[in-house]
């Protein structure tokens, strides 16, 4: 059974940082790309980061472009994101997704999705 | 530029079927798409990918009441004999440039 679990998430200050986790299992975590997701309070889904199989592409959307950086640990099946000079703007609900593909030809959609894991920006 | 427009909400009676549109802006008429449900206070699941040709690939364990399929620009969701559990939003999402691009929701009410 495939596994998404996000952790990290929490209360922080504008313009501090953050970091957050995606644990995979139940399929080969080397073989996808990745992507982070967001959701701010009562809207819709908005894209933020996605990563090839071998860490080689890394994409971002701009409104987090320069800000926020997405990594992989394939060694230990994990996903990251690094949250750098956050914004109340940013405050969602961060969600990480599997996408089908590896990546290599671009991104595809997400055939599985982790439970979410809470950002709140606030002084 | 790839745009994704959906209806802000759609209502049906349970037992009864409805059907959600997702319309593909022009010029992308040939771009396939995902359908995502998010139940409240969930995360959302991947439900189907529905191919120009209305081909479409299910999800694991997404029963047969879903189905998706194609014409034009346009790509459908119908889910038939309505239960409770369906009432969600209901996402559609698709990639090229920019990068990745969700459609705005749809908030299915079962009445």
């Known amino acids: 059974e495939v596994q998404l679990v996000e952790s990290g998430g929490g209360l922080v200050q504008p313009g501090r940082s953050l970091r957050l986790s995606c644990a995979a299992s139940?399929?080969?975590?080397?073989?996808?790309?990745m992507h982070w997701v967001r959701q701010a309070p009562g809207k819709g889904l908005e894209w933020v980061s996605g990563i090839t199989w071998n860490s080689v592409t890394l994409d971002s959307a701009d409104s987090v472009k320069g800000r926020f950086t997405i990594s992989r640990d394939n060694a230990k099946n994990s996903l990251y994101l690094q949250m750098n000079s956050l914004r109340d703007e940013d405050t969602a609900v961060y969600y990480c997704?599997?996408?089908?593909?590896?990546?290599?030809?671009?991104?595809?959609?997400?055939?599985?999705w982790g439970q979410g894991t809470l950002v709140t920006v606030s002084s | 530029q790839l745009v994704l427009t959906q209806s802000p909400s759609a209502s049906a009676s349970l037992g009864a079927s409805v059907t959600l549109t997702c319309t593909l802006s022009s010029g992308h008429n040939s771009y396939a798409i995902a359908w995502h449900q998010q139940q409240p206070e969930k995360g959302p699941r991947y439900l189907m990918k529905v191919n120009s040709d209305g081909s479409h690939t299910k999800g694991d364990g997404i029963p047969d009441r879903f189905s998706g399929y194609s014409s034009g620009a346009e790509r459908y969701l119908t889910i038939s004999s309505l239960q409770s559990e369906d009432e969600a939003d209901y996402y559609c999402q698709t990639w090229g440039t920019p990068p990745v691009v969700f459609g705005g929701g749809t908030k299915l009410t079962v009445l």
């Open positions: 139940g399929f080969t975590f080397d073989d996808y790309a």
């Open positions: 997704a599997k996408d089908p593909r590896n990546g290599y030809n671009g991104w595809s959609y997400f055939d599985y």
